[in-house]
């Protein structure tokens, strides 16, 4: 299973921008995906995820009512939309697949999740 990211870059304090995330080799419509981010000299943390149906979404508080995260079966794909980003969104965004995660809740741990991706660098200038 691979999980490639896309669409970051180097914005100022109030932009927006669109995180994408490709699953190839496995099967996306079972997978609960979640997104992540470290920041330097910071744990990984949970940022966004998505139940295995699409039907429940979670968010860290930081981020709520700031980034939206939506998956596209048809398109094995799941973006995060980052609106009103702020400096303390600078990190490496990853994307994480869990899978034989048929609870409709979301998983938020980073032992949940199986499979992840490389990472997509987010800066975020004052």
């Known amino acids: 299973v691979q999980l490639v990211e896309s669409g970051g870059g180097l914005v100022q304090a109030g932009d927006s921008l669109k995180l994408s995330c490709v699953v190839s080799g496995g099967s996306f419509a079972t997978y609960a995906m979640g997104w992540f981010r470290q920041a330097p000299g910071k744990e990984r943390e949970f940022v966004a995820g998505i139940s295995w149906t699409g039907g429940r979404t979670d968010y860290a508080d930081s981020v709520k009512g700031r980034f939206t995260i939506s998956s596209h079966d048809a398109k094995n794909t799941v973006n995060l939309q980052m609106n009103s980003l702020k400096p303390d969104d600078t990190a490496v965004y990853y994307c994480?697949?869990?899978?034989?995660?048929?609870?409709?809740?979301?998983?938020?741990?980073?032992?949940?999740?199986?499979?992840w991706g490389q990472g997509s660098q987010v800066t975020v200038s004052s």
């Open positions: 994480a697949a869990a899978q034989n995660y048929y609870s409709d809740s979301v998983p938020n741990q980073k032992h949940d999740y199986d499979y």
